[in-house]
Structures are given as structure tokens and as C-alpha cells.
């Protein structure tokens, strides 16, 4: 799979805001979801938003819940991350990931739902 590509990133202070873009394949002949991820250094990669690709549900992890927007722009096989209100903690490694094999039992916020990774933009918070 030809993996998504991130660009965004950069450094703001606390109280900002940025948004990420990510571009996947437009190769891809059927798309089911698209989501963000985040990773600290020394932590694990965890969940931060996801989308259905055909719907649109959304869904958000507790610690960006009213503060980051994820939304899709499917002409353009994109999807954005709106980040308002940065705090520290948010400074991290964010990837892109993208869901082109249908699956079942797996949610959104799991990463081996997830088929093709970007390489990651990194997005830093000063105070």
C-alpha cells in the first residue's frame, strides 16, 4: 500500500492551534476509515482521532474530546486534524493512518485496523 503523507507539523504555543493534513493513496479502490495517532517519546503510540471514510462518524480520544476536529475531504482522499487550544501534553509524533481492507471486530481507536502508516509530523507545544 502506498502509504499516507503527513504535513503540518511545527511548533506553537500552549493555548494555539494547528491543523495536520494527510494525503493517502488515491490508488486505493475502496477506503473505510482514516484516523490520527500520537506518540510521546519513551510512550507508546496511542489513539487520537478517527473517521469513517463512508459515514463520517467520528470518534475522539477523552484527552482531545472538544478540543481537536477530525474531518475528511473525500475528493481529495484527505483528512485533517483541527488541534485548538494545545496544551504540553499534546507535543508528540502524530501518524496517519488508513484503513483500506474491510475488517470486522476491530474499533477505530485500534492501531491493526489501520493498513498504511505516514511517516509522522511532529508537532510541538511551548509554554
Known amino acids: 500500500q502506498v502509504p499516507p503523507v503527513e504535513s503540518g507539523g511545527g511548533e506553537v504555543q500552549a493555548g494555539g492551534s494547528l491543523r495536520l493534513s494527510c494525503a493517502a493513496s488515491?490508488?486505493?479502490?475502496?477506503?473505510?476509515?482514516m484516523a490520527w495517532f500520537r506518540q510521546a517519546p519513551g510512550k507508546e503510540r496511542l489513539f487520537v482521532a478517527g473517521?469513517?471514510?463512508?459515514?463520517?462518524?467520528?470518534l475522539y480520544a477523552d484527552s482531545v474530546k472538544g478540543r481537536f476536529t477530525i474531518f475528511r475531504d473525500k475528493a481529495k482522499n484527505t483528512i485533517y486534524l483541527q488541534m485548538d487550544s494545545l496544551k504540553s501534553e499534546d507535543s508528540a509524533v502524530y501518524y496517519c493512518?488508513?484503513?483500506?481492507?474491510?475488517?470486522?471486530?476491530?474499533?477505530?481507536?485500534?492501531?491493526?485496523?489501520?493498513?498504511?502508516w505516514g511517516q509522522g509530523t511532529q508537532v510541538t507545544i511551548s509554554s
Open positions: 493512518a488508513d484503513q483500506i481492507v474491510p475488517t470486522t471486530g476491530v474499533g477505530l481507536r485500534e492501531s491493526r485496523l489501520y493498513d498504511a
Open positions: 488515491a490508488r486505493a479502490t475502496n477506503r473505510y476509515a
Open positions: 473517521i469513517s471514510w463512508t459515514s463520517g462518524m467520528t
